[in-house]
């Protein structure tokens, strides 16, 4: 069976440093893979998703990026947190495009 | 470009009472509809999904959700609110040949003694 993966579960970091949240998932081949982000109050904000190794598409500007250094490996990252970074960060995975998603437990970031 | 709006960021109902969630959509071709269903400090999970099989669809812990084109919803029941059953609810939205799906903002579902 299919599992997915997400690491740190929490973490809080100060404002100007770097990020990096990894997310693995296991039993399947070349997912689509997605980061969502989820601020306090508000619902799923897509940010990146990717349909295969090196293919990212960013859906909105900041200060994140996202790598696809393996088939199911799925990594997100900034140079300098903001606190406006802070909120609950989802990994998520899909067989296709209008599949059913799956979604790892979530790590909830802080920038203080 | 499809959307997704779900009315009612909180839905409050007593233990026994009807779940009633409201979810509207729009997309330019045929949909597939999703509710998922998050409990605190967890990922989503999967309730249902609508792929244009049957407009009746069934889900998991007795919820169900109704396909209406003429009326662009998808809203999801259940007969008999459980304390169990308090958490939020995401609506989502996908298209055929698409990569993305929509999710709406939300509702928080609040289940009285």
């Known amino acids: 069976s299919q599992t997915i993966h997400q690491w740190p579960a929490t973490l809080v970091q100060p404002v100007g440093s770097p990020l990096s949240l990894e997310c693995t998932v296991e039993?399947?081949?070349?997912?689509?893979l997605y980061w969502y982000r989820q601020a306090a109050g508000r619902g799923l904000q897509l940010l990146f998703y990717?349909?295969?190794?090196?293919?990212i598409s960013s859906e909105v500007p900041q200060n994140l990026s996202a790598s696809r250094p393996q088939d199911r490996q799925f990594i997100l990252s900034s140079k300098k947190l903001l606190l406006s970074d802070s909120g609950f960060y989802l990994c998520a995975w899909s067989e296709g495009g209008t599949d059913t998603q799956y979604f790892g437990p979530g790590t909830r970031l802080t920038v203080l | 470009a499809q959307s997704v709006t779900q009315l009612g960021s909180h839905v409050s109902v007593s233990e026994g009472a009807l779940v009633l969630l409201r979810c509207n959509y729009s997309s330019s071709v045929p949909p597939y509809l999703f509710w998922y269903v998050q409990y605190p400090n967890q990922g989503l999970q999967l309730l249902l999904k609508y792929t244009s099989a049957a407009t009746l669809v069934k889900g998991i812990n007795g919820f169900e959700a109704e396909f209406k084109k003429s009326e662009t919803s998808f809203h999801l029941t259940k007969p008999s609110a459980h304390m169990r059953d308090a958490a939020e609810y995401f609506c989502a939205v996908s298209e055929t040949g698409g990569f993305k799906t929509i999710f709406g903002a939300g509702t928080r579902l609040f289940v009285k003694a």
């Open positions: 990717s349909v295969g190794i090196g293919q």
């Open positions: 039993g399947t081949s070349n997912p689509n």
